[in-house]
Structure formats: C-alpha cells, structure tokens
C-alpha cells in the first residue's frame, strides 16, 4: 500500500470540510461567492501551508475563520493563536468570526471583511 503524502491527507481533509460545513460557513459562503469587491474571489476550506483555512480571498491575502465554542477555550485559544501569527508570517490578514455572529449578525460581518478588502494596502512591485 503506497503511504500519501500530505498534500493529498489536506487536499481530502478539506474536500471532507467542504461536504461539512457547518450552517455558519453554509450562510458565509453563500455571500462570499458572489461577493464582487474590486475583483475578490473566495475559496472555502483552502489548503494553506500546514493549515486549511475556512475561506481566503488569495489575491488580497485575507482569510476568514468561522469560529465555534471550541476556539473560545483555552486550548483553541493557544493553537489559533498560533495558526493566525504564522499565516500572518506569510503575509495574509486574518479575520476571526464567531458563528452565532455569523448567524445573526450576518450584515455586520460581511462589512467588516468588504472593509478589510477596501483597506487593502497597495502590493508593492517584486524585486528584479
């Protein structure tokens, strides 16, 4: 039997996350899909380096996490504190949702991640 590598242990990972999403990414992705905000094009359940992100919009760098109880405890805590500062070390912007936010309060998170796309700042060119 031929071991996988883990790309392809992430890549069914986050197909599996995609076919569960809970009903807080269900209403959040129905947006974000048709979400046109100077050309922003999310993904759901992204496979970022060691780590699969809820969705990312990878031509701004930003990805948004959608939160449930688990992440408020102390263990959840320490560990996406950990995620957050090495997807920031590789240059992305990450928001952090609660789900009952997402839930109820749907206007309000979807105006925080269109300001955090407007605030964008600008790319500077690659070095050559």
């Keep these: ?7 392809d242990f992430k890549r069914q990972s986050a197909n599996r996350l995609r076919a569960d999403a809970t009903a807080a990414e269900q209403i959040l992705w129905r947006h974000l899909r048709r979400l046109d905000v100077r050309g922003s094009h999310f993904r759901r359940q992204v496979v970022i380096g060691p780590y699969i992100a809820d969705f990312a919009c990878l031509a701004e760098k930003l990805i948004v996490e959608v939160d449930g109880s688990q992440h408020g405890e102390d263990e959840g805590l320490q560990r ?3 995620r957050t500062r090495w997807l920031e070390s590789e240059g992305f912007r990450v928001i952090r949702f609660w789900n009952n936010d997402v839930m109820s309060k749907t206007d309000a998170v979807l105006d925080a991640i269109h300001t955090m796309i407007a605030v964008t700042p600008p790319r500077l060119p690659a070095a050559g």
Excluded: H, L, N, T
Excluded at 1 to 7: D, L
């Design 80 to 82: 996406d504190e950990v």
């Design 1 to 7: 039997m031929a071991k996988r590598s883990i790309s």
